[in-house]
């Protein structure tokens, strides 16, 4: 199957897939408006009851949408050699963002992208404590929807999701756009991003003001055009970045290896991603120096 392929077969299911993901976002939010007990995983990162549930949700119905295997944060660990042969595969994060639901701060979501090819061809991000879903991809789009606009799109067919949905088109308002603030987002749990070099690198050309946002809403700031860049250093799994690369690239921006400057690619032998800028199209335009694998020696200060 191949990326057409997979977006004719998701256009059917739209509508069935943003009812999945609310539901999982509801079971999240039981939990978190009521105490909760947090269980330390092997690699000190935090676990609840809300993670295993929307888990088991996701990876019970994914597969009855479109019938391919699913990598899950919180499934079982799925070594290489069964996983090298998968043309098409999910790949969830049934809770990005632990730290943040702990700390209840809000900046939490739930990550669904299918990969085809070792590219994540289509990704949705659900937002539980905004009730807000982005989804979109490559060639086909990314949008918005939120509140009562989600209830006139669960079930439908693709068409009429899109209906009444909000294109994410960050460079569609011209001159007012580009008399935006340039704004950089760091993450809110890790604090290592924004080193000195790349801070000097950008600074040559434009002022950045800096935000901290959780989790993978992040991706969402960026194809949404309140934000431009998104460098992240150290630690990221697969099921991280999938969904939001896909909707970050559905509108024109990437996220590339910072090494070599090449979108990042899935189902390697080993899950961890390599350090990578997240950005959106005015940031391409701006700055094709950093985004052209020169920017590796910004890491340092």
């Known amino acids: 199957m191949d990326r057409a392929s997979c977006i004719t077969s998701l256009s059917a299911d739209l509508g069935t897939l943003l009812r999945l993901l609310r539901e999982a976002g509801k079971k ?10 947090v269980v330390l995983k092997s690699d000190d990162s935090p676990l609840t009851l809300a993670d295993s549930e929307s888990h088991d949700l996701l990876a019970k119905t994914l597969p009855e949408i479109l019938p391919v295997p699913v990598l899950s944060e919180e499934g079982r660990e799925i070594p290489f050699p ?11 994060d049934p809770l990005d963002g ?5 700390r209840r701060s809000g900046d939490f979501c739930i990550s669904v992208a299918l990969v085809a090819d070792r590219v994540p061809v289509f990704g949705l991000i659900y937002i539980p404590v905004e009730d807000r879903i982005y989804f979109g991809g490559k060639g086909f789009g990314s949008y918005r929807l939120a509140g009562s606009k989600i209830d006139e799109a669960l079930g439908n067919e693709s068409e009429a999701v899109l209906s009444v949905c909000d294109r994410l088109d960050p460079d569609g308002e011209g001159a007012e756009r580009e008399r935006r603030p340039w704004v950089l987002l760091g993450s809110a749990s890790h604090h290592s991003e924004i080193t000195p070099g790349l801070r000097e690198a950008l600074s040559k050309k434009e002022h950045f003001q800096i935000l901290s946002v959780g989790s993978a809403i ?20 697969e099921w991280d970045t999938a969904a939001g690369q896909a909707i970050v690239e559905g509108v024109g921006g990437g996220v590339v290896e910072i090494s070599t400057g090449r979108p990042l690619l899935y189902n390697k032998p080993e899950l961890e991603n390599p350090d990578f800028y997240c950005f959106g199209l005015r940031f391409r335009r701006r700055f094709p120096e950093i985004l052209e694998g020169e920017g590796s020696g910004l890491k340092g200060g």
């Open 218 to 237: 992040k991706f969402c700031r960026v194809a949404e055009g309140q934000a431009d860049f998104y460098p992240r250093y150290g630690t990221t799994m």
């Open 82 to 92: 069964e996983r090298k042969s998968w043309r098409v595969f999910w790949s969830i």
């Open 98 to 102: 632990t730290r943040e639901f702990v």
């Open 28 to 37: 999240v939010l039981s939990v978190y408006r009521e105490d909760f007990t």
